[in-house]
């Protein structure tokens, strides 16, 4: 018996320490040599992940992980949180399997860890590449510092529908400005080197068309057409896979009938076949089980068949390929060649993240507490926030004068820290957030008169009179209304866009105090701001700020800081008209034909556009554009790039920062084209009466779209350009594609 062990051991320990050695060995080598040593349950354990049930983030039962772990039946787990509870688990998995193989330890680092940032459709609202990527950086040195080597973000999904709450989320309504933010906040979560002790893998979610659920109620179906979801919707995935993203997720909805758990056209022909993608694919929390929900799959066993066999390579939850598959590579309906590409991707990421190496090299409690929440850390959460912030309306109130004596802070998000920090807040804490009011308060000492007024939900108007008598006491108001953290984000889609509770009542119960008002909107989507707007003279949006909300917006208030801000999202009137967005086709009847002309495409008791549109954003000065120029009025095909310039001035008093935005127009298509395409953007400082010359390139791949065969390419033809501060930009030229 011992010759025997002794035996096993000779042939067992080089193994292990050839697959744990770097050497000079590839990874694509080093994963091939450690797989042709594994066994098909050793394989199948790679692609099972559970939550450890230290934070759930969907309904399960609870599994007995340890012994699992120590059989080599699981290979990742998710919500482990902190350095200690790390170490734990890397040392079970790494001491009881056969080849010391680690774990993936995943978490939703969303928008910050324990330094909360702005919520991603406020970052993306910055239109600045370069702090968003910052801020990715500082949330993967946080989370990593913890023990987790594996974030399920960046979302990437395109939402045009304000009542799915999970549009807090993403980047907004547009593709480009979409794909260019996934490239940033992939390249701040991976860095340049994924063994760097700072760095985790990302997630780029939810493959795909989940942005466009109908009715924008979450996990709902989508109906979309291949050409909408190629031209629209998988832009910014191709975009994250293009800058190295490791992992995808499959989403929870279904695409033209087959759920995107099971899609082989999304999970098989356009990520690996078309775009080469050598990563992993990851279920939501339980997708496969909820195959059979949606009718897909008749058992779990079918579902475990399906799902893998289109593409997807590791099971969140519902402990299903982990369980069927080696009986499947056995019985031959499934070959041993998918698994091992599928077990093999996952090995991959492991050895990239230099796990084999050191398992241990993240879960460091020293390094743990040096990192989290760091005066750096907290300085970027500031200015990201304030960079954040955009300005809708503005009559004189903003920036605060300096003759300003008292302050009425009213509002139920005026000085609630956990509301500020917004949906999928991480490990932030209520307790370490800075509030409106504290900063306030410290900004101007003595002068600020606080009264909640009321809460976001129920109907008690009991501190109304509270909040009046303060305003009355008071040179202007500042009030703070908006939405709780949990009343966006995942599983909170709403049928309306008003303020909820009392909000508004307490909005006029203080405009009838007859002092200025500046109404702060703290959401994780736009609300409607038609009755809102009309008793407020200046409107600021902080969305939900994160951490340092208060010294953030107390910066933009007094003029600290210029907002610079601009929506990443069209800002409907009411709800009646979403899904609103810039980038639509025309119809036929765009435009009444005269003043009695009814039979046109509108609505009786609304405009068609929205109330702020997208790219929309004031300042505390003005800019002008003009001078627009093209450099040829004809761009070919195989030539060089067309140069669009246009001289930008900053026309006020103060100095400022503005987002140029370039749009295009195709105007005949083989098929129906939008009326406008965003197609660059640049965000520029200019000095109070600077002016300077601001030039794209624009080339025939720009003017790229899925034809009526279903090719991609540009069509020959006339475009229109357009530039300016937003998606109606009225300054013009034309040139021919040929």
């Given at each position: 018996?011992?010759?025997r062990?002794?035996?096993?051991?000779?042939?067992?320990?080089?193994?292990?320490?050839?697959a744990?050695?770097?050497?000079?060995?590839?990874?694509?080598e080093?994963?091939?040599?450690?797989?042709?040593?594994?066994?098909?349950?050793?394989?199948?354990?790679?692609?099972?992940?559970?939550s450890s049930?230290?934070?759930?983030?969907g309904?399960?039962a609870?599994?007995?992980?340890?012994?699992?772990?120590?059989?080599g039946?699981?290979?990742?787990?998710?919500?482990?949180?902190?350095?200690?509870?790390?170490?734990?688990?890397?040392?079970l998995a790494?001491?009881?399997?056969?080849f010391h193989i680690?774990?993936?330890?995943?978490?939703d680092?969303?928008?910050?860890?324990?330094?909360?940032?702005?919520?991603?459709?406020?970052?993306?609202a910055?239109?600045?590449?370069?702090?968003?990527?910052?801020?990715?950086?500082?949330?993967?040195?946080?989370?990593?510092?913890t023990?987790l080597?594996?974030?399920?973000a960046?979302?990437?999904d395109?939402?045009?529908?304000?009542?799915?709450g999970r549009?807090?989320?993403?980047?907004?309504?547009?593709?480009?400005?979409?794909?260019?933010?996934?490239?940033a906040?992939?390249r701040?979560?991976?860095?340049?080197?994924?063994?760097a002790?700072?760095?985790?893998?990302?997630?780029v979610k939810?493959?795909?068309?989940?942005?466009?659920?109908?009715?924008?109620?979450?996990?709902?179906?989508?109906?979309?057409?291949?050409?909408?979801?190629?031209?629209?919707y998988?832009?910014?995935?191709?975009?994250?896979?293009e800058?190295?993203?490791?992992?995808?997720m499959?989403?929870?909805?279904d695409?033209?009938?087959?759920?995107?758990?099971?899609?082989?056209?999304?999970?098989?022909?356009?990520?690996?076949?078309?775009?080469?993608?050598?990563?992993?694919?990851?279920s939501d929390?339980g997708?496969?089980?909820?195959?059979?929900?949606?009718?897909?799959?008749?058992?779990?066993?079918?579902?475990?068949t399906?799902?893998?066999?289109?593409?997807?390579?590791m099971?969140m939850?519902?402990?299903?390929?982990?369980?069927y598959?080696?009986?499947l590579v056995?019985?031959g309906?499934?070959?041993?060649?998918r698994?091992d590409?599928?077990?093999?991707a996952?090995?991959a990421?492991?050895?990239?993240?230099?796990?084999f190496?050191?398992?241990?090299?993240?879960?460091?409690?020293?390094?743990?507490?040096?990192?989290?929440?760091?005066?750096?850390?907290l300085d970027?959460?500031?200015?990201?926030?304030?960079?954040?912030?955009?300005?809708?309306?503005?009559?004189?109130?903003?920036p605060?004068a300096?003759?300003?004596?008292?302050?009425?802070?009213?509002?139920?998000?005026?000085d609630?820290?956990r509301m500020?920090?917004?949906a999928?807040?991480?490990?932030?804490?209520?307790?370490?957030?800075?509030?409106l009011r504290?900063?306030?308060e410290?900004?101007?000492?003595?002068a600020?008169?606080?009264?909640?007024g009321?809460?976001?939900r129920?109907?008690?108007?009991?501190?109304?009179?509270?909040?009046?008598?303060a305003?009355?006491?008071?040179?202007?108001?500042?009030?703070?209304?908006?939405?709780?953290?949990?009343?966006?984000?995942e599983?909170?889609?709403?049928?309306?866009l008003?303020?909820?509770?009392?909000?508004?009542?307490?909005?006029?119960?203080?405009?009838?105090a007859?002092?200025?008002i500046?109404?702060?909107?703290?959401?994780?989507?736009?609300?409607?701001?038609e009755?809102?707007?009309?008793?407020?003279?200046?409107?600021?949006?902080?969305?939900?700020?994160?951490t340092m909300?208060?010294?953030?917006?107390?910066?933009?208030?007094?003029?600290?800081?210029?907002?610079?801000?601009?929506?990443?999202?069209?800002?409907?009137?009411?709800?009646?008209q979403?899904?609103?967005?810039?980038?639509?086709?025309?119809?036929?009847?765009?435009?009444?034909?005269?003043?009695?002309?009814?039979?046109y495409?509108?609505?009786?008791?609304?405009?068609?556009?929205?109330?702020?549109?997208?790219?929309?954003?004031?300042s505390?000065?003005?800019?002008a554009f003009?001078?627009?120029?093209l450099?040829?009025n004809?761009?070919?095909?195989a030539g060089t790039?067309?140069?669009?310039?246009?001289?930008?001035a900053?026309?006020g008093?103060r100095?400022?920062?503005?987002?140029?935005?370039?749009y295009?127009?195709?105007?005949?298509?083989?098929v129906?084209?939008?009326?406008?395409?965003?197609?660059?953007?640049?965000?520029?400082?200019?000095?109070?009466?600077?002016?300077?010359?601001?030039?794209?390139?624009?080339?025939?791949?720009?003017?790229a779209?899925?034809?009526a065969?279903?090719t991609?390419?540009?069509?020959?033809?006339?475009?229109?350009?357009f530039?300016?501060?937003?998606?109606d930009?009225?300054?013009a030229?034309?040139?021919?594609?040929?």
């Amino acid at each position: 018996m011992l010759r025997r062990l002794l035996l096993v051991l000779s042939l067992v320990l080089p193994l292990a320490a050839r697959a744990a050695s770097a050497g000079s060995a590839s990874v694509d080598e080093r994963v091939r040599d450690l797989l042709a040593h594994m066994t098909i349950e050793e394989k199948a354990g790679q692609l099972a992940q559970f939550s450890s049930w230290g934070e759930l983030t969907g309904p399960a039962a609870n599994t007995p992980l340890g012994p699992r772990i120590e059989k080599g039946e699981i290979g990742s787990l998710l919500n482990v949180t902190g350095a200690a509870a790390s170490r734990k688990w890397q040392e079970l998995a790494v001491t009881s399997s056969r080849f010391h193989i680690p774990l993936l330890l995943g978490y939703d680092v969303i928008h910050g860890f324990r330094t909360v940032f702005p919520i991603p459709l406020a970052s993306a609202a910055s239109w600045d590449l370069d702090r968003i990527e910052h801020a990715e950086h500082i949330a993967a040195a946080e989370a990593a510092s913890t023990g987790l080597n594996w974030t399920f973000a960046p979302m990437v999904d395109i939402a045009r529908d304000p009542r799915w709450g999970r549009v807090a989320e993403g980047a907004g309504e547009d593709p480009f400005l979409g794909s260019a933010v996934a490239r940033a906040r992939v390249r701040g979560f991976q860095g340049s080197d994924l063994a760097a002790p700072d760095t985790i893998l990302a997630c780029v979610k939810h493959f795909a068309g989940y942005g466009a659920v109908q009715a924008g109620r979450d996990y709902f179906t989508t109906d979309i057409t291949e050409r909408v979801l190629r031209d629209v919707y998988l832009p910014p995935f191709h975009a994250a896979i293009e800058a190295g993203a490791g992992s995808i997720m499959a989403a929870f909805n279904d695409l033209d009938g087959t759920p995107a758990s099971a899609n082989a056209l999304l999970l098989d022909r356009i990520l690996r076949r078309e775009w080469g993608f050598k990563g992993f694919v990851v279920s939501d929390w339980g997708t496969v089980r909820e195959l059979m929900i949606h009718g897909y799959a008749t058992d779990l066993k079918d579902a475990a068949t399906k799902a893998f066999r289109a593409g997807l390579d590791m099971d969140m939850q519902a402990d299903a390929l982990g369980k069927y598959v080696p009986e499947l590579v056995r019985a031959g309906v499934i070959p041993e060649s998918r698994l091992d590409a599928a077990a093999g991707a996952i090995l991959a990421a492991k050895f990239r993240l230099g796990l084999f190496d050191d398992p241990y090299r993240y879960s460091d409690e020293a390094r743990e507490k040096a990192t989290l929440l760091t005066p750096a850390h907290l300085d970027a959460a500031r200015d990201l926030a304030r960079r954040s912030c955009v300005l809708l309306k503005n009559n004189g109130v903003l920036p605060l004068a300096a003759t300003v004596k008292s302050i009425a802070l009213v509002g139920p998000l005026a000085d609630n820290p956990r509301m500020q920090l917004g949906a999928w807040h991480a490990q932030g804490r209520a307790e370490e957030a800075v509030t409106l009011r504290a900063a306030l308060e410290k900004q101007f000492p003595g002068a600020v008169h606080f009264a909640a007024g009321c809460d976001v939900r129920g109907d008690d108007t009991s501190g109304f009179a509270a909040a009046r008598a303060a305003a009355q006491a008071s040179d202007l108001v500042i009030a703070a209304l908006g939405e709780a953290d949990d009343q966006s984000g995942e599983s909170s889609s709403r049928t309306s866009l008003d303020f909820t509770g009392p909000q508004l009542a307490l909005l006029r119960e203080l405009h009838a105090a007859g002092k200025p008002i500046v109404l702060l909107v703290m959401a994780g989507r736009p609300l409607s701001l038609e009755q809102a707007g009309e008793l407020a003279d200046a409107i600021l949006v902080p969305w939900h700020p994160g951490t340092m909300a208060g010294p953030a917006i107390v910066d933009v208030l007094t003029g600290a800081y210029n907002p610079s801000g601009h929506l990443p999202i069209s800002w409907p009137h009411s709800v009646g008209q979403v899904p609103i967005f810039y980038a639509h086709k025309n119809s036929g009847r765009p435009e009444p034909q005269n003043k009695n002309d009814r039979f046109y495409s509108h609505y009786l008791d609304a405009a068609n556009t929205p109330q702020y549109s997208f790219g929309y954003g004031l300042s505390y000065t003005t800019f002008a554009f003009d001078d627009l120029r093209l450099d040829t009025n004809v761009l070919k095909t195989a030539g060089t790039p067309l140069k669009i310039t246009v001289r930008v001035a900053n026309t006020g008093q103060r100095d400022g920062e503005e987002v140029v935005q370039l749009y295009v127009r195709d105007l005949v298509g083989s098929v129906t084209r939008p009326v406008r395409e965003l197609k660059g953007f640049q965000k520029i400082p200019l000095a109070a009466g600077e002016s300077r010359d601001v030039t794209f390139s624009l080339t025939p791949a720009d003017l790229a779209f899925w034809r009526a065969d279903m090719t991609f390419g540009a069509e020959p033809g006339d475009f229109e350009v357009f530039v300016g501060d937003n998606s109606d930009a009225e300054l013009a030229a034309k040139f021919k594609l040929e």
